[in-house]
């Protein structure tokens, strides 16, 4: 089903961005996936939280983000799935998957 496919991939974003310790990687990845409409409000959220982290050239943690999402209205966000390791796609390869599913 599409729907279920295009939430793996946001997910597997996800994971790469909180997973990649490179600040140029993460601004180049946030820049691209930028305008994309996540399919979920959680996802919306959390990529929300990490495009703050990298605008302030701070890098990427479960300690930020939640910080960053709880400033924005939502406390209760989950994050244990977007710090649960990359399923071994690069960050640029998941962009890539995910843009590409459009």
């Known amino acids: 089903m599409k729907c279920d496919r295009s939430a793996l991939l946001e997910i597997s974003v996800l994971r790469a961005l909180c997973g990649?310790?490179?600040l140029r990687r993460l601004r180049?990845?946030?820049e691209r996936v930028r305008t994309h409409e996540w399919g979920n409000a959680d996802h919306?959220?959390?990529f929300g939280a990490i495009?703050?982290?990298v605008e302030r050239g701070a890098v990427v943690t479960r300690e930020a983000?939640?910080?960053m999402a709880t400033r924005a209205g939502f406390p209760d966000v989950e994050l244990?799935?977007?710090f649960a390791g990359g399923d071994?796609?690069?960050l640029e390869e998941a962009v890539e998957k995910?843009?590409?599913a459009r």
Do not use: H
């Open 20 to 22: 990649c310790g490179d």
């Open 28 to 30: 180049d990845a946030v």
């Open 44 to 46: 919306s959220v959390v």
């Open 51 to 53: 495009r703050e982290c």
């Open 65 to 67: 983000v939640i910080g």
């Open 80 to 82: 244990a799935e977007y």
């Open 88 to 90: 071994g796609l690069s």
């Open 98 to 100: 995910l843009l590409a």
